[in-house]
């Protein structure tokens, strides 16, 4: 796949020295044609940033440029994934920072320049992004393909590319006039901008002259969000690569202030070193969180989606009409309740009138738009587990033959090194042949991506979730259902704890050690909770009211960047002094520190 052509306007000139927000993300979900972006990640930092742009946030964004993209799946008719690259050109999408910088890295001078995107908010305010390319003239050959690859290559690639993000962004907003007030790391993908930050403030000292009050200084203006509690997602560094990527003055910094983790470079440990405030992104991650690092205060801010940029179009369309200051203040939303509940389903039955159009034009498949139709896509990890739906596929024949009909839509990429993920599409494919059943239809749809994302939760009846807790730190998917009106079916992990209202938002889906009890609970809840339910037009109708109503007034980025400024960014003094007195839940489960 090729993406050339423009996307975006010229950027016009802005002044970003008054930008008092640093917000630095190793992935950004900026416009459906960029290749910018993996996953739930960069679609939190780019909703952030778009509700930071609605709501008139003094903002600034740092990201890498990603040349070639994440990739574009490919599925056989085994449902074995093969990857291709998502090839763009930024000279001839982007307008350039007009800004060249130079950072020490292995050894050697690295050029980096940037590429501007700029997210434009409801009353016209800008959030400038700045994505740091390595493809310069001059730099070494191997250098400057260290932006091209998302999530590529080995931990050393890995290594450089963070140093690009974290150093290089930080002399980059300098180099354009910008002194924040504050850096987010939007996960430790960005933590060396803590380095960074020292460096700048000792220059032209050496880092070898750092005080204790220099780091304290250096966190006073640093704030840390962690997304996960899986091991995998926290970036560990060999001492070698260290000493080599960052050299001996950095390296030996690093050690000094005690931000290794027993004998690595682990950028979580250096994000929390350095942070004033340090967050989980739900009420039970900021639990478990606290229990990964009790040596820290770890708070919580609950995810949330950027409501115009999920809900379906007919849902916008009659939202403007009832409820037009929604676009600005997501608390209007509660107003639906002002709407009745048979125009809210007719609403909803143009999204998944669109959604089935697409099914029909990828797969040759005609879906029954009156079957209560089931969504599940995430990316595929074996803690997310695709295949516990199907744990028992007689039930779920005998489900669907009962009920009239059922349909199943599933979506998900698997890391192209993650042989286990790879494994359960495949294995989701098997099962899905093998059922014998006119009454039960799962289909897997290929290259989920953002588009694809927009319509399932536009489009689907329910949405299905069924995770390893406590492995789901927040999940945004199901945010993006509930403000279409669409209840998810859910384990009761991440942000569901609280978005569940039983019978009202949707349904829990007990926990259980054993996955077949566990699978079984969630066929009991599909068969005798939502199916009676779905078949009940009326109350049917008014549940889909109260997802909007409860759930999407709450779990948006307006809210969430609300609590950032207030609550990380620019807190009152009283909530200082009392990020000290941490609370820990005794139930969380400890099996994430094992």
């Known amino acids: 796949m090729s993406l050339t052509s423009p996307t975006h306007p010229v950027s016009v000139p802005l002044d970003i020295s008054d930008r008092k927000i640093a917000y630095f993300s190793m992935e950004i979900a900026l416009a459906k044609t960029l290749p910018t972006y993996s996953g739930g990640l960069g679609m939190l930092a780019g909703d952030s940033l778009r509700s930071a742009a609605d709501t008139g946030v003094s903002l600034v964004a740092v990201s890498l440029v990603h040349r070639r993209g994440y990739f574009e799946q490919h599925l056989d008719s085994s449902g074995q994934q093969t990857e291709s690259d998502v090839v763009w050109s930024p000279e001839s999408t982007l307008p350039a920072a007009e800004q060249t910088i130079s950072i020490q890295m292995q050894g050697r001078a690295l050029q980096l320049r940037a590429w501007r995107f700029d997210v434009v908010g409801v009353t016209g305010h800008i959030i400038p992004v700045f994505l740091l390319d390595a493809d310069i003239e001059g730099n070494d050959p191997w250098d400057r393909r260290l932006t091209d690859h998302l999530y590529g290559g080995d931990t050393y690639y890995r290594l450089c590319q963070e140093t690009i993000l974290g150093l290089g962004g930080i002399h980059l907003l300098h180099a354009l006039g910008c002194q924040p007030e504050v850096c987010h790391m939007n996960e430790g993908h960005a933590a060396l901008l803590t380095v960074g930050l020292l460096e700048a403030r000792l220059a032209p000292a050496p880092l070898s002259s750092a005080s204790e009050a220099d780091a304290e200084a250096i966190r006073q203006q640093c704030v840390f969000t962690t997304h996960t509690p899986v091991p995998a997602g926290h970036d560990k560094f060999g001492l ?47 639990q478990v969180s606290q229990q990964m690092f009790p040596e820290y205060p770890v708070h919580a801010i609950t995810n949330g989606v950027h409501a115009a940029t999920w809900l379906s179009q007919p849902f916008q369309e009659l939202l403007d009409k009832e409820i037009p200051a929604w676009r600005h203040d997501n608390q209007y939303l509660r107003s639906v309740y002002g709407i ?253 520190l094992a």
């Open 240 to 286: 070698d690569q260290m000493m080599h990527v960052l050299g001996q003055e950095r390296s030996a910094t690093i050690e000094r202030f005690g931000c290794l983790h027993n004998e690595l470079l682990n950028m979580t440990y250096l994000a929390l070193r350095f942070s004033r405030y340090v967050n989980g992104v739900s009420m039970l991650h900021g």
């Open 340 to 592: 009745e509940p048979e125009l809210i389903d007719a609403t909803h039955a143009l999204g998944k009138q669109r959604l089935f159009a697409t099914v029909k034009k990828r797969t040759g498949v005609d879906l029954d738009p009156n079957l209560l139709t089931l969504g599940f896509a995430r990316r595929v990890a074996t803690y997310k587990r695709a295949n516990l739906l199907l744990q028992s596929p007689e039930r779920l024949v005998e489900i669907a033959n009962k009920i009239g009909g059922l349909q199943i839509l599933m979506a998900g990429k698997s890391h192209p090194a993650d042989n286990a993920g790879k494994g359960l599409i495949r294995e989701i494919f098997a099962a899905a042949a093998r059922l014998d059943s006119s009454k039960l239809r799962i289909l897997y749809l290929e290259n989920y991506d953002w588009d694809l994302g927009e319509q399932l939760t536009n489009g689907v009846d329910v949405w299905l979730n069924t995770p390893l807790r406590p492995y789901e730190a927040s999940g945004t998917s199901g945010m993006k259902a509930a403000l279409n009106g669409v209840p998810s079916l859910s384990v009761m992990d991440g942000w569901w704890i609280e978005g569940c209202a039983e019978n009202v938002t949707g349904w829990c889906i007990e926990n259980s050690e054993d996955e077949a009890i566990q699978a079984g609970r969630l066929y009991e809840k599909l068969e005798n909770a939502v199916a009676p339910l779905f078949a009940d037009k009326a109350r049917w109708a008014e549940m889909r009211r109260h997802c909007i109503a409860i759930n999407g007034t709450f779990f948006n980025t307006h809210r969430m960047l609300g609590q950032y400024v207030a609550n990380a960014y620019f807190p009152p003094s009283a909530s200082i002094a009392a990020s000290n007195q941490v609370v820990v839940n005794d139930e969380v489960s400890q099996t994430v």
